[in-house]
């Protein structure tokens, strides 16, 4: 059994010095590094209470067709002759970093796919159909900065049905919010990387990689706006990958991957456990909330290829592939697992008032995209040249798609 290889041991000081004395790229850059882990993570002996891969039992909410119940995330992707709803000049709030044509991306194939549920068509996504439903409302995608790549997308969606207005933005586009002022429907991202409250490891007088988690007290960043929203769309993973310290109280209680004398390695699968069922907990018991409908949008893979994002991997594919030849796909249903127990117990607990709990499953769709990312067309030219993003994805691009599902089961 190979050991874990720790993120500290893979990138030497200068490098890290290097990628860091630039501020902007600093938080580019921490996002990528825990692909380093992700990629460890392979060889992690198999996290022992996660149950295995049983693709047939999953939650599938009865979308129906025609009578018939449909599981919208099994099925595959096919050619598609179609454009896109939006381009990079239609859409005007396309992202630097998301704006892969504009960095020079030369094939378009990738955009040409759609995905085809088993039993049922998955209908294209209509933004006068999205607007109605949810006029007079609050959504709310918390997470990091794959949260904020799905709301992005969904503004470019919903802007060729009506001009969003910014309402309120944050130095860092952090906490981002959006009004659609004909059908009164607010659109935010709320960052929190752990959904509890987290603080920076310092030693020695300087931050380190790592947090201190708060596991049993929320990110008060996202829960103080719980009052005021319809649909939160939680999502959360790459921050999880790091040397991270866990605490209940003022007590320190263990660790993940931290390797100290004394202090227990509780895993990685606890660490995320802890902490969304910390986030859903608040949700059912929230006094002065409507009632909320919560989606948990489930792992999003990344797909370095030929090394690991600091060691010349990249992901220059034009053209999804099949189900069998997903790299990784044992390990991304795993931690995709963990998270989808924590929401069932939460819709256990929650349902009979009121509240909904749905399962945005992207994990295996989003495997056979390896062509979705901005790789080397990310716009990352304050870094080393040559450093690929296989972890957010283009826009436009199939991550579209996840706001296509969204609406199927915001419709019901
Ligand atoms: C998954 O579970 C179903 C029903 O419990 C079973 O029939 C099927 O063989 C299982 N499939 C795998 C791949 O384990
Ligand atoms: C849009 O993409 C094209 C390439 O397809 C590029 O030349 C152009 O600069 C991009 N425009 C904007 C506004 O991003
Ligand atoms: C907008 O929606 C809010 C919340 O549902 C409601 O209180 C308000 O009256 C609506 N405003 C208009 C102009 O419809
Ligand atoms: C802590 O920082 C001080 C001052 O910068 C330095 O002299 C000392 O060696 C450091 N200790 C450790 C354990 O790194
Ligand atoms: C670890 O625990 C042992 C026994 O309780 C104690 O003697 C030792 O000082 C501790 N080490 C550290 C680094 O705290
Ligand atoms: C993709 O990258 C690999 C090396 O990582 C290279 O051998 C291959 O030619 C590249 N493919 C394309 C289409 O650029």
Request: charge should be neutral; charged fraction near 25%.
């Amino acid at each position: 059994m190979t050991t874990v290889p720790h993120c500290r041991n893979q990138i030497t000081m200068k490098e890290r010095l290097l990628i860091m004395c630039n501020a902007a790229s600093l938080l580019f850059y921490t996002t990528i590094l825990t692909i380093v882990l992700t990629f460890s993570l392979f060889y992690y002996p198999r996290i022992n209470t996660v149950q295995e891969n049983n693709q047939t039992n999953i939650f599938t909410p009865p979308y129906t067709n025609g009578g018939r119940s449909c599981n919208l995330f099994k099925g595959q992707w096919i050619p598609d002759m179609r454009d896109s709803l939006y381009t990079n000049f239609s859409c005007t709030t396309i992202p630097y970093r998301r704006n892969c044509f504009f960095h020079g991306r030369k094939d378009r194939d990738f955009l040409h796919w759609r995905w085809k549920p088993e039993q049922c068509e998955l209908p294209r996504f209509s933004p006068k159909t999205f607007l109605s439903i949810v006029q007079g409302k609050t959504m709310a995608f918390i997470g990091d900065s794959l949260a904020r790549n799905q709301m992005e997308s969904l503004l470019c969606l919903l802007s060729t049905e009506e001009t969003p207005n910014e309402v309120y933005k944050d130095a860092e586009e952090r906490f981002w919010t959006w009004e659609f002022r004909k059908h009164n429907f607010t659109l935010m991202v709320l960052w929190s990387q752990f959904l509890v409250t987290a603080t920076e490891t310092m030693f020695n007088g300087s931050a380190t990689d790592g947090f201190d988690l708060q596991l049993d007290k929320v990110d008060k960043k996202w829960s103080e706006k719980l009052p005021f929203i319809d649909y939160a769309i939680f999502s959360d993973f790459q921050w999880f990958f790091r040397q991270n310290y866990l605490y209940e109280g003022s007590k320190l209680i263990g660790c993940v991957y931290c390797q100290a004398p004394n202090v227990t390695d509780l895993g990685l699968s606890f660490a995320i456990k802890r902490a969304f069922q910390a986030a859903f907990e608040q949700i059912n018991e929230c006094k002065n909330c409507k009632n909320i409908f919560t989606i948990l949008r489930t792992f999003s893979p990344s797909h370095f290829e030929k090394g690991a994002w600091n060691t010349g991997g990249g992901c220059n594919r034009t053209r999804p592939v099949k189900i069998e030849d997903v790299i990784g796909r044992d390990s991304n249903w795993e931690l995709r697992t963990i998270q989808v127990e924590e929401i069932e117990m939460a819709r256990e607990r929650g349902e009979y008032r009121g509240n909904r709990f749905e399962i945005l499953d992207i994990t295996d769709i989003m495997g056979m995209r390896p062509d979705g990312h901005p790789g080397l067309y990310g716009g990352n030219d304050d870094w080393k040249k040559g450093y690929s993003d296989c972890i957010h994805w283009c826009l436009p691009g199939p991550i579209d798609m996840w706001n296509e599902l969204l609406l199927e089961m915001i419709k019901r």
